[in-house]
């Protein structure tokens, strides 16, 4: 990622605050992990590294021009290149595609092989270890702002001091909401009596997921 992100920087490529962003959750994801906050820190951390698979299949979709990038994604990357979107909704644009989109079909993917053979208890388990992941976002979102977003949207600084915690309070609060409906989604998709319902389920989460792109402030 730092590669990636150093040359996005030298190029002004707004695609950087996303990256930036996600490179700081994800080094705290690890280390929460070394920590052992999670019931099952191999699930999880298996669970984190196909996560970022699947942004990174999206990137490498949108740079060589394929026709299957996921549309939020192709929202997202276009909009990093257009001047009239501030740096948070660039940020904001970035977290719905990985979390509205990718997140339900990731946790779908390493859900399906296990779901009919867990337990009650061990499906709790699974939700609480994502529901655990909450408190890391919001851990990382002060940082977030102090040092992508306030240098690059001077005007956050005024709403920082304003607003104190409640800012960041905010935007974590509506992640916390996406990844409450992301769970059920996946296992909607995992409970799918067939894969024609499956489909259509997915084209639903990306609609809806197109919809909250619109909510940012996204203009087609």
Do not use: C
């Given at each position: 990622?730092?590669?990636?992100?150093?040359?996005?920087?030298?190029?002004?490529?707004?695609?950087?605050?996303?990256?930036?962003?996600?490179?700081?959750?994800?080094?705290?994801?690890?280390?929460?992990?070394?920590?052992?906050?999670?019931?099952?820190?191999?699930?999880?951390?298996?669970?984190?590294?196909?996560?970022?698979?699947?942004?990174?299949?999206?990137?490498?979709?949108?740079?060589?021009r394929?026709?299957?990038?996921?549309?939020?994604?192709?929202?997202?990357?276009?909009?990093a290149?257009?001047?009239?979107y501030?740096?948070?909704?660039?940020l904001?644009?970035?977290?719905?595609?990985?979390?509205?989109?990718?997140?339900?079909?990731?946790?779908?993917e390493?859900?399906?092989?296990?779901?009919?053979a867990?337990?009650?208890?061990?499906?709790a388990?699974?939700?609480?270890d994502?529901?655990?992941?909450?408190?890391?976002i919001?851990?990382?979102?002060?940082?977030?702002?102090?040092?992508i977003?306030?240098?690059?949207?001077p005007?956050?600084?005024?709403?920082?001091?304003?607003?104190?915690?409640?800012?960041?309070?905010?935007?974590?609060?509506?992640?916390?909401?996406?990844r409450?409906?992301?769970?059920?989604?996946?296992?909607?998709?995992?409970?799918?009596s067939?894969?024609?319902?499956?489909?259509?389920?997915?084209?639903?989460v990306?609609?809806?997921?197109?919809?909250?792109?619109?909510?940012?402030?996204?203009?087609?």
């Amino acid at each position: 990622m730092s590669e990636r992100i150093e040359r996005w920087q030298r190029t002004n490529d707004r695609r950087a605050i996303f990256l930036r962003s996600y490179q700081m959750m994800t080094t705290n994801m690890l280390e929460a992990i070394r920590h052992e906050e999670f019931s099952d820190g191999i699930w999880v951390n298996h669970l984190l590294h196909r996560f970022a698979d699947y942004y990174f299949m999206a990137l490498q979709a949108y740079e060589e021009r394929q026709e299957n990038i996921p549309a939020v994604w192709q929202v997202a990357f276009q909009a990093a290149n257009q001047k009239n979107y501030s740096p948070l909704q660039n940020l904001l644009l970035g977290v719905n595609a990985h979390i509205n989109y990718d997140l339900v079909l990731t946790l779908e993917e390493l859900l399906q092989p296990e779901w009919q053979a867990l337990s009650s208890a061990r499906r709790a388990m699974r939700r609480t270890d994502h529901n655990r992941v909450n408190h890391v976002i919001a851990a990382t979102i002060d940082a977030v702002q102090d040092q992508i977003l306030e240098p690059a949207m001077p005007v956050m600084q005024v709403v920082d001091v304003i607003l104190g915690r409640m800012d960041e309070g905010l935007i974590s609060g509506t992640i916390t909401r996406w990844r409450g409906k992301v769970w059920r989604h996946a296992v909607y998709l995992v409970e799918a009596s067939s894969e024609d319902e499956r489909k259509e389920w997915v084209q639903r989460v990306e609609h809806d997921a197109l919809q909250t792109a619109r909510w940012i402030g996204w203009r087609e």
